[in-house]
Structures are given as structure tokens and as C-alpha cells.
């Protein structure tokens, strides 16, 4: 099965800041990698698909990367309504697999 | 508009079953594959079970394989998860979500809360 190592556990961040948060892949998995957004209380929200593709409606100050095995998830301009904890997704083979998530607070 | 209304949970003894329904509106359902994930109470996501648009492919997590089956109705635009010998640590939100063709989660329903105890 695939693991998917997800760091940071949890991050706190000023107003306008950047974050990052990134996803290692224990093996190959190519662009089948996506981001979510979960609020509290709320259902995961689709960011970002095919490892660097905004999803249809999520702001331009996320974006996402991928260098070899290791997927990033990059915050421009950090604002109050991106609190939430951020996950990410292989689903490159079954089972799929989540990150632990990270937990994003703003100071 | 996607909507994806999950329902059937509730609380339940250890070892017991229950069936959980995921109704699908805005879409033409036969056309996408769809998936269970769920989350225990203040855990991470954990993916379950995919069943392909025509029911050719189904993938289960290891640990509810055995027990769990996924299952789908075209003609009712509605995607099923009979589980079985329920387990106090398969207490969780269930959520439906719909496949895109390669793969990612575009659409989540609200969640249907499960809860196994005595």
C-alpha cells in the first residue's frame, strides 16, 4: 500500500503570511495527488487535482507542486477563512490513501 | 448543482449491521464512479470503498474489508454500503464522494454519523 507522510501535524500562521505544507509519497503515484480543505464541522473541499491544478472556484493563492515523490501545498497571502485542516490524497491505486492532515490555525 | 445526501446512520451494537445510502442528484450518476470515506470523531479521513460507474470495479481499505460492501443503483441514482460485524472502532462520519475519471474526490456529501457501542 502507499503511505502518504503529510508534515506539518499543525502550523499557526500570521494574516498574510505564506505556508506550506507538503505530502511525501512512498512511491511513485505521478500527478495523482490531490488537495482538500476541511473547515470545522464541514464536509473536505477539493483544492487542488492533478498534483498542481486549481480546482474550479478555490482563490489563486493556493497552488500546488510536486517535485519527485513529494507534493506541496503552497498558501499566498494567508487570510482568516483558510483555517481548517488540509489533506492530501493518493489516488494513483487502491487503497487510496489520505495524509494524517495538518491542522492550519491563524495567529 | 451536485448534491450527494447520505442517510441509514445511527447507533448500533457491536457486531450488529447497517445499511447506508448516498443519494445523488445534479449529475448523471451512472457515469461516475463513487467512493466511502469516513472519519472517526476527531480523526483524519480515512477512504473505505470505491465501486466503478458500471459496478466492474470495487475497492475496499483492509479494514473493512470482509465486511463492508459497496454496492449502486443506476436506475435509483443512489450508492449503497451495507456493513457488517460492526466494530466500536468503525464508529465514524460516513461520507459519499464522487469520482472524477482520474480519480480525485470533486464532490463530498454532508456525512451520516455512525455510532457503534453497547
Known amino acids: 500500500d502507499i503511505q502518504m507522510t503529510q508534515s506539518p501535524a499543525s502550523l499557526s500562521a500570521s494574516l498574510e503570511e505564506i505556508v506550506t505544507i507538503t505530502c511525501q509519497a512512498s512511491q511513485d503515484i505521478g500527478n495523482y495527488l490531490s488537495w482538500y480543505q476541511q473547515k470545522p464541522g464541514k464536509s473536505p473541499q477539493l483544492l487542488i487535482h492533478?498534483?498542481?491544478s486549481l480546482a474550479d472556484g478555490v482563490p489563486s493563492r493556493f497552488s500546488g507542486s510536486r517535485s519527485g515523490t513529494q507534493y506541496s501545498l503552497k498558501i499566498n497571502r494567508l487570510q482568516v477563512e483558510d483555517t481548517g485542516i488540509y489533506y492530501c490524497l493518493q489516488h494513483y491505486s487502491a487503497p487510496f490513501t489520505f495524509g494524517s492532515g495538518t491542522k492550519l490555525e491563524i495567529k | 448543482e451536485v448534491q450527494l445526501v447520505e442517510s441509514g446512520g445511527g447507533l448500533v451494537q457491536p457486531g450488529r449491521s447497517l445499511k447506508l445510502s448516498c443519494v445523488a442528484s445534479?449529475?448523471?450518476?451512472?457515469?461516475?464512479?463513487m467512493n466511502w470515506i469516513r472519519q472517526a470523531p476527531g480523526k483524519g479521513l480515512e477512504w473505505v470503498a470505491y465501486i466503478s460507474s458500471g459496478s466492474s470495479y470495487i475497492y475496499y481499505a483492509e479494514t473493512v474489508k470482509g465486511r463492508f460492501t459497496i454496492s449502486r443503483d443506476n436506475a435509483k441514482n443512489t450508492l449503497y454500503l451495507q456493513m457488517t460485524s460492526l466494530r466500536s472502532e468503525d464508529t465514524a462520519l460516513y461520507y459519499c464522494?464522487?469520482?472524477?475519471?482520474?480519480?480525485?474526490?470533486?464532490?463530498w456529501g454532508q456525512g451520516t454519523l455512525v455510532t457503534v457501542s453497547s
Open positions: 445534479g449529475f448523471t450518476f451512472s457515469n461516475y464512479g
Open positions: 492533478s498534483a498542481t
Open positions: 464522494a464522487r469520482a472524477h475519471y482520474r480519480g480525485w474526490f470533486a464532490y
